[in-house]
Nanobody, 126 residues
Framework: VQLQASGGGLVQPGGSLRLSCAAS????????MKWFRQAPGKEREGVSC????????YYPDSVKGRFTIFRENGENTAYLQMTNLKPEDTAVYYC????????????????????WGQGTLVTVSS
């Protein structure tokens, strides 16, 4: 069982990037999916959540309107589309699956129900 995150890289301010999180051994239809990020010297913070039960999405104010979490029909992959990127978005981004719930119930990175993928680095710089 595995979550494989990919898509990070270097992008200029104002640019866009799409991250992918491919699941194997899990059916994402049964779990809420989340993206977190961790910048150097800072705590890990949640940036998006997708409820599998009803398709609702949740974002903190820092990324609302710029980030979109979604899944394509028939794919066992979650995506994070990031637009209008800012230097403060620079971080290692992690996807995580909530093994306890199929709906979003917050962004606590210490939640023991979270199953983590490896990180992918996003650098926003000119």
């Amino acid at each position: 069982v595995q979550l494989q995150a990919s898509g990070g890289g270097l992008v200029q301010p104002g640019g866009s990037l799409r991250l992918s999180c491919a699941a194997s051994g899990f059916d994402l239809d049964y779990y809420a999916m989340k993206w977190f990020r961790q910048a150097p010297g800072k705590e890990r913070e949640g940036v998006s959540c997708l409820s599998s039960s009803d398709g609702r999405t949740y974002y903190p104010d820092s990324v609302k309107g710029r980030f979109t979490i979604f899944r394509e029909n028939g794919e066992n992959t979650a995506y994070l589309q990031m637009t209008n990127l800012k230097p403060e978005d620079t971080a290692v981004y992690y996807c995580a699956m909530d093994l306890g719930f199929d709906y979003c119930k917050g962004f606590d990175p210490r939640d023991e129900n979270l199953y983590w993928g490896q990180g992918t680095l996003v650098t926003v710089s000119s």
